[in-house]
Nanobody, 117 residues
Framework: QVQLVESGGGLVEPGGSLRLSCAASGFIVSRYNMAWYRQAPGNQRELVARLTSEGATVYADSVQGRFTISRDNTKNTVWLQMNSLKPEDTAVYYC???????????WGQGTQVTVSS
């Protein structure tokens, strides 16, 4: 079955970097549209970055130029490199896979990112 497992979150100071990983099983990430979302307390879940099966990327304005989404087909893993982190980046980050064949979304369990001094 489809499974997504995020890791790499933690506590980092403002200006620091983190790399989140989303290890996928049960499907091939290069054939799905993959995305990272985040949800801060009291806020709705929002799109952070998207990577289509064709390799096109989309970023939220708030992270453009600081975050990079990529995938490693040999590891069947999607990454989110986060640089120049700000306190407002604090949230639970979720990995999502979208199947265009079945119009189904699959979500991971989330990983906490806290940016604080």
């Amino acid at each position: 079955q489809v499974q997504l497992v995020e890791s790499g979150g933690g506590l980092v100071e403002p200006g620091g970097s983190l790399r989140l990983s989303c290890a996928a099983s049960g499907f091939i990430v290069s054939r799905y549209n993959m995305a990272w979302y985040r949800q801060a307390p009291g806020n709705q879940r929002e799109l952070v970055a998207r990577l289509t099966s064709e390799g096109a990327t989309v970023y939220a304005d708030s992270v453009q130029g600081r975050f990079t989404i990529s995938r490693d087909n040999t590891k069947n893993t999607v990454w989110l490199q986060m640089n120049s982190l700000k306190p407002e980046d604090t949230a639970v980050y979720y990995c999502k896979a979208f199947s265009r064949a079945t119009f189904t979304n699959y979500w991971g369990q989330g990983t906490q990112v806290t940016v604080s001094s």
